[in-house]
């Protein structure tokens, strides 16, 4: 059964960027196209980003143009560079298939923006 896990969260400040990596047990992200999602304290997971197995994005409103999704393919890795941060964007953050999760869920990375 493929896994996934996520690293590279933290606490960073209001402006500030971090890199996050996702890495899965098998080639699942190249059968199915890879997102990015989140959850914030009380409120529903959301998909904040995809990639497509032909290699295009597409992201919710509120982190176009601070955000970008990557892939690598070789590595069955997905990233998600997130500049610009905001206090908004405090969420527990998953990788997993998009639009439909098909694997199940790792513990992914609590990112925490605060000054």
């Known amino acids: 059964q493929v896994q996934v896990v996520e690293s590279g969260g933290g606490l960073v400040q209001p402006g500030g960027s971090l890199r996050l990596s996702c890495a899965a047990s098998g080639n699942i992200f190249t059968v199915y196209h890879a997102g990015w999602y989140r959850q914030a304290p009380g409120k529903q997971r959301e998909l904040v980003a995809t990639i497509t197995r032909g290699g295009k994005t597409n992201y919710i409103d509120s982190v176009k143009g601070r955000f970008t999704i990557s892939r690598d393919n070789a590595k069955n890795h997905v990233y998600l560079q997130m500049n610009s941060l905001k206090s908004e964007d405090t969420a527990v953050y998953y990788c997993?298939?998009?639009?439909?999760?098909?694997?199940?869920w790792g513990q992914g990375t609590q990112v925490t923006v605060s000054s």
């Open positions: 997993n298939t998009s639009p439909s999760p098909y694997v199940d």
